[in-house]
């Protein structure tokens, strides 16, 4: 009875307790938890994570000395951003040198032809990581525009699908280095002019991640299309709309979902693709900058590739968030639960 | 209002099954007149369906076919407009979107927009929907996007309004204040409509004729009912008239007595 009496009173001081504190009713304790849920929990995963990685790697020698652990990791991060930061001022001045030699020769020979050449330092880390984001997407576009037309075509028409069923089954599962070589002496082959827009290594890497990409986009979108309501198709026969009416208002809202999902699996594998086209081809990006680590065998080899791996797998996973940003804003089902 | 509108004469079809061709639908024949309201009544699987699927030209009739105001129908049209049973609006489209595709389909270069624009929303106040028509499918209840279907098919002016079990998946209540609309709609309209329902009370409420069909497989017509009630009919008054009560009962004697279940009949 005591004790009934004393929660009571409890409980109602801790009400005017608590209303007194937050005039604006703000929920503390919902705001708490979900902090703890999307922040704390994570954060304590990764700390874990590295906690592991840590113990482990200070256990292993190697040729090349100890595993690098987080924090060596970290020194080398800062190490990397470092000499971009030298490589760029070195490319400054360089054109300010050229800028002032053109300047000068000009202003004793107005006829005189003056040259201006570009920079050929070497390419830094942030250099490779943006030429790779540059080659990745311009493989996944190209992949994307043959892919949902392709998809959309087998899911209407039963017939074209058999047709082309056995060879993108055949296709899907090639490895990206055996298309490499092909598409490198097709590309060297075909691919000939004087003054090139684009260079070889980026059109190969290009082909070969589109090559890669295309599948899960055409699969999913074919059985997107395919597995369409089939009250709505009816609803299109009744109203008798045009093929373009009908594949603009039915066929590609339904299937929106599915070509979704399809097209993230595509820049994931496109991804992956690159970087290994990148390490066997020699093609600038961050493929490259993995392998000539390995090549250089310095003591900082390992913490370097280390960086670019946790860089390939953080661009990675921003890219697909960007997919997902893009899936949500045309999804016509905001009630759906996208991951 | 006697004149031969749409005529159904000796429709059989068969469906290819992995053991053979199955007979569904054999010799059905079916006159109905400008402005009818007609029912058809059955066990589930007896073939309703195919029947309204015939009409509206979604499937084509092995033998037999289907004449409306002295055409043959062999596509499906935007004149036989379908009611469908889980009101098939496109989820991405708004109600007004919905019935605009629609319109737009049916009145490309007879109406202005401005009078697109006042027909849709004409339409969605014949079904008392005007005030959500701004809503996807997603935001409103079962028998409002039932509503939304029907002003759809309405909106394309049809010549024959076929509806495939309008409000069966609607709770009692809903379906009851939906059968009421539907009346008023007729009775300001004077739709031709071929209905399919289960529901007995249903049938006799709103129809001018209930066709009741044998049980399948090669279901045909059994017998056709004539209700021969004053219109407009309103369920409470009539659910003491004796004429009221004895259709009912001629309807189930047909469905419980003669036309047993299927299932039962297996049991």
Redesign the interface.
């Known amino acids: 009875m005591n004790a009934r009496v004393m929660s009571m009173i409890e409980s109602k001081f801790m009400t005017k307790l608590l209303s007194l504190s937050k005039p604006e009713k703000i929920n503390w304790d919902g705001f708490f938890k979900k902090t703890v849920n999307k922040v704390g929990v994570p954060l304590m995963a990764i700390g874990i994570f590295l906690a592991i990685w840590g113990a482990v790697a200070s256990q292993i020698q190697t040729s090349l000395g100890q595993v690098p652990g987080p924090t060596k990791v970290w020194e080398q991060t800062v190490a990397l951003y470092e000499e971009h930061k030298v490589e760029r001022t070195k490319e400054a001045a360089f054109y300010e040198r050229q800028e002032k030699r053109n300047v000068a020769k000009l202003a004793a020979n107005p006829e005189a032809t003056i040259k201006v050449r570009a920079y050929t330092g070497k390419a830094t880390f942030f250099d490779q990581i943006l030429t790779s984001i540059i080659t990745v997407m311009t493989g996944f576009i190209i992949a994307s525009l043959i892919a949902i037309p392709v998809g959309i075509i087998c899911g209407l028409s039963p017939t074209v699908y058999n047709a082309l069923n056995p060879l993108i089954q055949t296709f899907k599962p090639v490895s990206p280095l055996a298309w490499l070589p092909i598409v490198t002496i097709i590309v060297s082959a075909v691919y000939i002019t004087d003054d090139p827009m684009f260079s070889k290594s980026f059109v190969n890497s290009a082909i070969t991640v589109t090559l890669c990409s295309l599948w899960p986009t055409i699969i999913n979108t074919t059985v997107g299309v395919s597995s369409m309501d089939k009250d709505l198709l009816n609803v299109s026969r009744v109203l008798r709309l045009s093929w373009f009416t009908h594949i603009t208002k039915i066929v590609l809202p339904s299937s929106v979902p599915m070509m979704f999902a399809g097209l993230r699996v595509s820049f994931g594998i496109g991804w992956m693709v690159l970087i290994a086209a990148e390490m066997l081809a020699q093609n600038p990006g961050l493929g490259k900058f993995v392998w000539d680590e390995f090549q250089n065998g310095s003591s900082d080899s390992l913490a370097r590739i280390m960086v670019a791996v946790v860089t390939i797998g953080l661009i990675g996973y921003v890219l697909d968030q960007f997919m997902l940003m893009l899936q949500r804003s045309v999804s016509w089902d905001k009630s759906a639960v996208l991951r | 209002m006697s004149k031969k509108h749409l005529e159904i004469s000796q429709v059989s079809i068969e469906f290819p099954t992995p053991s053979g061709p199955f007979k569904a639908l054999d010799g059905v024949n079916l006159s109905i007149k400008e402005g009818e309201f007609v029912s058809l009544i059955g066990h589930s699987g007896c073939g309703k369906s195919t029947v309204l699927n015939i009409v ?3 499937y084509k009739a092995t033998t037999g076919g289907v004449i409306l105001d002295g055409k043959e129908v062999n ?4 004149d ?3 009611v ?1 049973q ?1 009101h ?1 609006l ?4 708004t109600a007004y979107e919905n019935i605009e ?2 319109v737009k ?2 009145f490309k270069g007879k109406k202005s927009k401005e009078e697109m624009k006042e027909w849709i929303e004409h339409n969605l106040n014949l079904v008392h929907m005007d005030h959500a028509m701004h809503k ?1 499918p ?1 935001e409103i209840s079962g028998g409002m996007k039932q509503r939304v279907g029907i002003a759809r098919a309405l909106a ?1 002016e049809p010549k024959v309004l076929l509806m495939d079990e309008p409000f069966g998946a609607l709770d009692a209540l809903t379906r009851a204040h939906m059968q009421d609309s539907l009346i008023e709609i007729q009775q300001r309209l004077n739709n031709t409509v071929i209905m399919i329902t289960h529901d007995v009370d249903e049938a006799v409420l709103l129809s001018d004729r209930i066709v009741m069909m044998t049980n399948g497989p090669a279901a045909t017509i059994g017998e056709i009912l004539e209700v021969d009630l004053p219109k407009p009919r309103n369920r409470v008054t009539l659910a003491n008239d004796s004429q009221y009560n004895e259709y009912r009962a001629a309807v189930l004697k047909f469905l419980y007595e003669r036309q047993r279940n299927p299932e039962e009949k297996v049991a």
């Open positions: 509206a030209g979604l596509e499906p049209g935007p036989r407009a379908v469908f889980n098939s496109l989820p991405w489209l595709l629609a389909q049916v996807r997603s394309m």
